[in-house]
């Protein structure tokens, strides 16, 4: 049997933090850059004073970026770097930067802010910018500002840019939106990849998936677990006599009996056709010869009915313990060969046996119906 890989599992939740880590090392680089660059512009053509401020700024990012090499905290680097952004931009619509067109930079900020953060945060930072280029604007003689616009530029400002702010809000919302769906699907599909329909329990793949894992925390930790591999008996039989729908019916309700037996930590999965395999973490040999017999006398106590119809249903099934295998393969044919002993031994057992005996046992051959 060849090794399971197990499948890739899907993480939304590292792959925003891998964007949000990209995107905020980006911008704090670009922002750095253009500091630095435009600072070094304003210094040569005489503007000493505004090269200064724009080299504090890069000073800040700068310290505010050592800081999160040393922190690790994201959350923290983005709120820090938001802040300087806003006081910058605060200070541009004071100042109005180079020849007033200081301003002008707002336009990249709306898109940015709504990927970076929450569309709420988004809402409040922008209004809170909005606002504050509104007072500028209406009161030039406030002892921070140092300039003035024109009545068009100003008009003109605050309605374009409330309109890409209402428009970036609209966009993130439906991208949001289509995320938050795509996830469900992607989440349904993948749910459904891993589970029989039939019977509603976890089909062969998860359960690979799981022994792989189980097996890396054996080999890791040394916690050890049991697998039991179990087969309705004569299944052949009951289709041909009672039809396909009343072996369909008592591979549900046996797997309902499962259901009932194993505890939350087992895994009870439908391995194919009419063979199923329990997974029993923390289990030795013993306990899980203990349940595979307590399964096989509930099985032989139960009616399995389909409509008016008692169905002749037992199991066989083969125990093992992955501290009796050398590896996972091993434990899986060797719970097979013991599957296939509690066949040839007359099925209606499990194998190896136990000291007290089945109550009941099957006969050699197909019971009558
Ligand atoms: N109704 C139904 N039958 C299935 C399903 N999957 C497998 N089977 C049937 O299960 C039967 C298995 O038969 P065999 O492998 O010959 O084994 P058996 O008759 O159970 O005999 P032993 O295992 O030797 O006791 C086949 O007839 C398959 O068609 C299923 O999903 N529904």
Redesign the pocket.
């Known amino acids: 049997m060849s090794r399971a890989k197990a499948p890739a599992t899907f993480s939304a939740e590292d792959e925003d933090y891998r964007r949000a880590f990209q995107l905020t090392t980006l911008l704090a680089i670009l922002a750095l850059v253009l500091l630095l660059g435009i600072g070094t512009k304003s210094w040569l053509s005489g503007h000493t004073e505004h090269a200064i401020v724009l080299w504090s700024f890069a000073t800040l990012i700068a310290i505010n970026a050592t800081i999160f090499a040393l922190l690790r905290n994201l959350q923290l680097h983005m709120l820090g770097l938001l802040a300087i952004v806003v006081t910058l931009f605060i200070y541009l619509f004071a100042s109005g930067g180079e020849s007033n067109t200081g301003p002008l930079w707002f336009y990249a900020f709306p898109p940015l802010l709504f990927y970076l953060t929450s569309l709420r945060l988004g809402v409040i930072i922008l209004t809170f910018c909005l606002v504050m280029a509104l007072v500028i604007f209406q009161w030039p003689e406030l002892p921070f500002v140092t300039t003035e616009y024109n009545t068009d530029f100003k008009i003109r400002f605050l309605a374009t840019v409330t309109f890409e702010s209402v428009f970036c809000f609209i966009l993130e919302f439906s991208r949001l939106r289509v995320r938050s769906r795509l996830l469900e699907l992607a989440h349904s599909h993948e749910q459904a990849a891993r589970t029989d329909e ?1 019977t509603g329990l976890p089909n062969r793949r998860a359960m690979h998936q799981r022994l792989m894992e189980e097996y890396s925390r054996y080999q890791r930790t040394g916690h050890h677990f049991s697998v039991v591999l179990i ?10 006599e009672y039809g ?5 019916a ?2 549900k309700q046996f797997a309902e009996l499962m259901r009932e037996i194993v505890r939350q930590t087992d895994l009870a999965a439908r391995w ?3 063979e199923f395999l329990l997974l029993l973490p923390d289990t030795s040999l013993i306990q899980a010869l203990t349940l595979a017999e307590r399964l096989r006398h509930k099985v032989a106590e139960a009616e399995f009915h389909f409509r008016d119809q008692i169905l002749p249903v037992s199991i ?1 099934a083969g125990v093992s313990s992955i501290t009796q295998s050398d590896s996972m393969n091993h434990l899986l044919k060797q719970v097979d060969v013991q599957l296939y002993t509690a ?1 040839e031994n007359g ?1 209606n057992q499990i194998s190896p046996r136990v000291k007290s005996k089945p109550t009941t046992t099957a006969p050699d051959s ?1 019971p009558d119906s």
């Open positions: 039939l087969d309705l008996d004569w299944f052949k039989r009951i289709n041909d396909h729908d009343a072996g369909d008592a591979l194919g056709g009419e066989s066949k099925r197909p």
